[in-house]
């Protein structure tokens, strides 16, 4: 079933977009992918960023990037905010030359139904999200279509896609490079799934939406699973912890340096 947006809903969500998210709006395409959902086919579209000029032959690293609750809807407008926009200025684009994937998840859903104001975490559900499943389905196309390195798929998210980071991340184990997951949560009995895959967690412990904790509990599950993980810890940082993070050059240089391990 194709979800209708009217031209008013994103006329609306375009003017709500910061000045570098309007910009970015005319550089990323627009795509859709079906997905089943109770017996029926539902349409999910997202935004896709090419390299500003793709050479014959070469294959680019893949960004996907998984928004947070605020960014939620049907306008394939929103999600552009923050990573996104900054991944499209023309600075970043010609040191990082990428493919950009952002999906949108659906107004009162999650990528992955869980509480973010817990302390504790919930075991990971048997089967993802139907709006999770869409981005695996996303993702899977981009990998087939484009000329996608293989060995540098990154995957970051921010608050709520911080715990579709972490779901995602040890449901494909085998796809990612590298995990950058910012002030989100996940189930620390998946660790050991995870534990080779070089992570750059940040959270700032003045949290209130999603307590530091969450962050904490994943690090250390995952260094007793054998990883070595990086961890950010922001003091006096509220939940705002995805602009210092990727405003931090070294940072993003750090995930475009990593590489699939064998």
Not at 14 to 31: G, K, V
Not at 96 to 122: G, I
Request: contains cysteine; negative net charge; proline residues 8%.
């Amino acid at each position: 079933m194709k979800e209708q947006v009217s031209d008013s809903a994103v006329a609306k969500a375009l003017a709500s977009l910061p000045a570098d998210a309007m910009a970015a709006n005319d550089l990323y395409e627009s795509r859709a992918i079906s997905v089943e959902e109770g017996g029926r086919a539902i349409e999910f579209r997202y935004r896709l960023l090419a390299p500003a000029t793709i050479e014959p032959g070469r294959k680019y690293p893949l960004v996907v990037f998984l928004h947070g609750a605020g960014e939620r809807g049907t306008d394939n407008v929103l999600q552009l905010k923050y990573l996104p926009a900054w991944l499209a200025a023309p600075d970043m684009r010609a040191k990082h030359a990428c493919f950009v994937l952002v999906p949108q998840c659906r107004m009162d859903e999650r990528w992955v139904d869980v509480s973010w104001a817990d302390k504790t975490s919930t075991p990971q559900a048997a089967e993802p999200t139907t709006d999770l499943e869409a981005a695996m389905a996303m993702l899977d196309h981009v990998l087939t279509d484009e000329p996608v390195d293989p060995d540098r798929v990154y995957l970051t998210g921010i608050s709520m896609g911080g715990f579709g980071s972490w779901d995602l991340a040890s449901r494909r184990p085998d796809v990612f490079a590298a995990l950058l997951p910012v002030c989100g949560g996940g189930d620390e009995r998946t660790a050991a799934r995870i534990a080779d895959i070089p992570a750059w967690v940040a959270h700032g412990d003045a949290d209130k939406a999603v307590p530091v904790e969450r962050s904490r509990s994943m690090v250390k599950a995952l260094e007793a699973a054998g990883g070595r993980p990086t961890y950010v810890e922001m003091p006096g940082v509220g939940h705002d912890a995805w602009t210092p993070t990727y405003r931090d050059p070294a940072a993003l240089d750090w995930l475009f340096a990593q590489r699939r391990r064998p």
